[in-house]
């Protein structure tokens, strides 16, 4: 069954530390991958998609995030996080014309 | 327009009652999602457009959710028989030519079933 896993709820940072989300998915081929943002009351802004060669992708806002094969994982990092960063962080997955599967979401607060 | 709209922002509703969620994607984008989020959760695909081939009803969790498309423009999601459970905030995205270049979405409906 394809599926996305954010083991992560809830991540707490300070202002200034790095920063990784972690994401995991279950897909028949291999799939592209994104990462959404959502800021309270906001709609999801892409931050970074990956679709195939060069497999770490550099994405909005300095984030970043590496596509690895092997773990079927697709992390999201930041070296140092900015208080405006706080928001609900979603992975996804999906190729071609298939709807895209979500996972569940982590909720990073920063504090500074 | 420049991007995806979504209207009503929020809807409060009695329990029983029916309830149309509007959603206008971005022009020429041929392919339209909606997707549920319930507190708390990740987002659930709900149904999805593109072009004139027939629907992807396959997340409508029931037989009270329906949603129609006129062309490549509106979309229109109708809950008959609103209950608790689908109180919800309810996105709709559009993408170019469906593929997986990655959707904008809207601001969503926040619905409120009581």
């Known amino acids: 069954a394809q599926s996305v896993t954010q083991p992560d709820i809830h991540i707490t940072v300070s202002e200034g530390a790095s920063l990784e989300l972690r994401c995991n998915y279950s897909y028949g081929a291999t799939p592209y991958l994104f990462w959404y943002v959502q800021s309270p009351g906001q709609g999801l802004q892409l931050l970074l998609k990956y679709f195939s060669g060069d497999t770490l992708v550099q994405g909005i806002k300095g984030f970043e995030a590496e596509f690895k094969r092997s773990q079927s994982s697709f992390n999201l990092r930041k070296p140092s996080v900015h208080w405006s960063d706080a928001a609900e962080y979603f992975c996804?997955?999906?190729?071609?014309?298939?709807?895209?599967?979500f996972g569940t979401g982590t909720r990073l607060q920063v504090f500074p | 327009g420049a991007g995806v709209s979504q209207s009503p922002s929020n809807k409060v509703t009695e329990k029983g009652k029916d309830v149309e969620l509007r959603c206008d994607p971005i022009s020429g984008h041929t392919a339209l999602y909606w997707y549920r989020q319930r507190l708390g959760q990740g987002l659930e695909f709900l149904i999805y457009?593109?072009?004139?081939?027939?629907?992807?009803k396959s997340g409508l969790p029931s037989d009270r959710f329906s949603a129609e498309r006129t062309g490549e423009s509106v979309s229109t999601l109708t809950i008959q028989r609103t209950q608790q459970e689908d109180s919800a905030v309810y996105l709709c995205?559009?993408?170019?030519?469906?593929?997986?270049?990655?959707?904008?979405f809207g601001s969503g409906t926040r619905l409120t079933v009581v």
């Open positions: 457009f593109q072009g004139n081939s027939a629907p992807d």
């Open positions: 996804a997955v999906g190729r071609n014309t298939d709807k895209l599967i």
């Open positions: 995205a559009s993408s170019l030519d469906g593929r997986g270049y990655g959707y904008t």
